[in-house]
T-cell receptor, first 114, second 113 residues
Framework: GENVEQHPSTLSVQEGDSAVIKCTYS??????FPWYKQELGKGPQLIIDIRSNVGEKKDQRIAVTLNKTAKHFSLHITETQPEDSAVYFC?????????????FGIGTKLQVIP | KAGVTQTPRYLIKTRGQQVTLSCSPI?????VSWYQQTPGQGLQFLFEYFSETQRNKGNFPGRFSGRQFSNSRSEMNVSTLELGDSALYLC????????????FGSGTQLSVL
């Protein structure tokens, strides 16, 4: 089955700096790569996603890049703010007989220091 | 539109007991997935239901089971609880299950003593 590796597991940055989280996947059939943000006491929330036919996507301060050949994708957060502090999960999804099977990475705890 | 609702929010049980967790998906969503979240293990997939049918199951023992009702609400049950079952159990809904976007509830924090 699909395996998603995510690193680093923890990341501390100064407010205003950039943060990068990287993930690799194993199944070349995966075609959808979402990123979720989980704040304390809440469930994960989708923040950005990218499909396999796109190399890069940006939404304000966050961007995701995908390298299909190398089977890795990354989340970039620029001008970090304290409210960006959370756990971030990458995921890889593939069509499994008519529905999407989603595999998550282990998560990255991001701390933005004011 | 109301989000995904999970009850109860917290639960304390002892080894050997059983527990039932409930999930109400977003109105109109027919697919419900369950995940176990533990520190260091991330989100582990338990099972997914669509129109009252289990379509996919993760690698968990048979003590973990679930069901879905005609109104798309779902329950998961864990029998003969073990200490290692202590975790945050998350439910996620999506419109069809081939709509990749998942909407998560806040979870049920289960502690097994």
């Amino acid at each position: 089955g699909e395996n998603v590796e995510q690193h680093p597991s923890t990341l501390s940055v100064q407010e205003g700096d950039s943060a990068v989280i990287k993930c690799t996947y194993s199944d070349s059939a995966s075609n959808y790569f979402p990123w979720y943000k989980q704040e304390l006491g809440k469930g994960p929330q989708l923040i950005i996603d990218i499909r396999s036919n796109v190399g890069e996507k940006k939404d304000q301060r966050i961007a995701v890049t995908l390298n299909k050949t190398a089977k890795h994708f990354s989340l970039h957060i620029t001008e970090t703010q304290p409210e960006d502090s959370a756990v971030y999960f990458c995921a890889a999804s593939l069509d499994s007989g008519g529905y999407q099977k989603v595999t998550f990475g282990i998560g990255t705890k991001l701390q933005v220091i004011p | 539109k109301a989000g995904v609702t999970q009850t109860p929010r917290y639960l304390i049980k002892t080894r050997g007991q059983q527990v039932t967790l409930s999930c109400s998906p977003i109105s109109g969503h027919r697919s419900v997935s369950w995940y176990q979240q533990t520190p260091g293990q991330g989100l582990q997939f338990l099972f997914e239901y669509f129109s009252e049918t289990q379509r996919n199951k993760g690698n968990f023992p048979g003590r973990f089971s679930g069901r879905q009702f005609s109104n798309s609400r779902s329950e998961m049950n864990v029998s003969t609880l073990e200490l290692g079952d202590s975790a945050l159990y998350l439910c996620a809904s999506s419109y069809t299950g081939w709509d990749e976007k998942l909407f998560f509830g806040s979870g049920t924090q289960l502690s097994v003593l």
